[in-house]
T-cell receptor, first 110, second 114 residues
Framework: EAQVTQNPRYLITVTGKKLTVTCSQN?????MSWYRQDPGLGLRQIYY???????DKGDVPEGYKVSRKEKRNFPLILESPSPNQTSLYFC?????????FGPGTRLLVL | GENVEQHPSTLSVQEGDSAVIKCTYS??????FPWYKQELGKGPQLIID?????GEKKDQRIAVTLNKTAKHFSLHITETQPEDSAVYFC?????????????FGIGTKLQVIP
């Protein structure tokens, strides 16, 4: 089954404790992205990647890092999480204009 | 940059009635307008899209219209059913150096009352 998977689905952490959210797709898509979803703000892009080793900032990249060492994986790294990064996070892979979203990761930073 | 406004933020309709969600965009470079449906606990899923060279597109009970001059596009759902209850996002997309960038609206929470 063609899909985008994210882990973990739920995460509670404390301020400053580094964390990684993994994302993997099995559709051989070149493009992958990370979004955060907040009430009243919709979906905002954090980072995107056009291919292996090619990444670029989206609209809200501060406090986040990404890497793309393999085509199928695109992890999101929070080196020092803060409470304002509490949010619902989505990974997506895309073919042409169509985006395929993962199931989401709900993060709470205390 | 592109700015997408979406109205209304919440919408309640009786089962069988129609629902309309409207979006406006600011950048005339946008040439692709997808609509995504997000069910509770899931990621958004593409339900219909329209390109800038088309004025209207229909797929069973859903349709999308685009007015390029006014920079408006709308989602129409007819004969609504309880399973249509979800959050709907519009988006405007444009090519930027070989990558299709996208800006989303804030979302509309649709409730279909049985």
């Amino acid at each position: 089954e063609a899909q985008v998977t994210q882990n973990p689905r739920y995460l509670i952490t404390v301020t400053g404790k580094k964390l990684t959210v993994t994302c993997s797709q099995n559709m051989n898509h070149e493009y992958m992205s990370w979004y955060r979803q907040d009430p009243g703000l919709g979906l905002r892009q954090i980072y995107y990647s056009m291919n292996v080793e090619v990444t670029d900032k989206g609209d809200v990249p501060e406090g986040y890092k990404v890497s793309r060492k393999e085509k199928r994986n695109f992890p999101l790294i929070l080196e020092s999480p803060s409470p304002n990064q509490t949010s619902l996070y989505f990974c997506a892979s895309s073919f042409a204009e169509t985006q395929y979203f993962g199931p989401g990761t709900r993060l709470l930073v205390l | 940059g592109e700015n997408v406004e979406q109205h209304p933020s919440t919408l309640s309709v009786q089962e069988g009635d129609s629902a309309v969600i409207k979006c406006t965009y600011s950048d005339s470079a946008s040439n692709y307008f997808p609509w995504y449906k997000q069910e509770l606990g899931k990621g958004p899923q593409l339900i219909i899209d329209i390109r800038s060279n088309v004025g209207e597109k229909k797929d069973q009970r859903i349709a999308v219209t685009l007015n390029k001059t006014a920079k408006h596009f709308s989602l129409h759902i007819t004969e609504t059913q309880p399973e249509d209850s979800a959050v709907y996002f519009c988006a405007a997309s444009w090519d930027s150096g070989g990558y299709q960038k996208v800006t989303f609206g804030i979302g509309t929470k649709l409730q279909v009352i049985p």
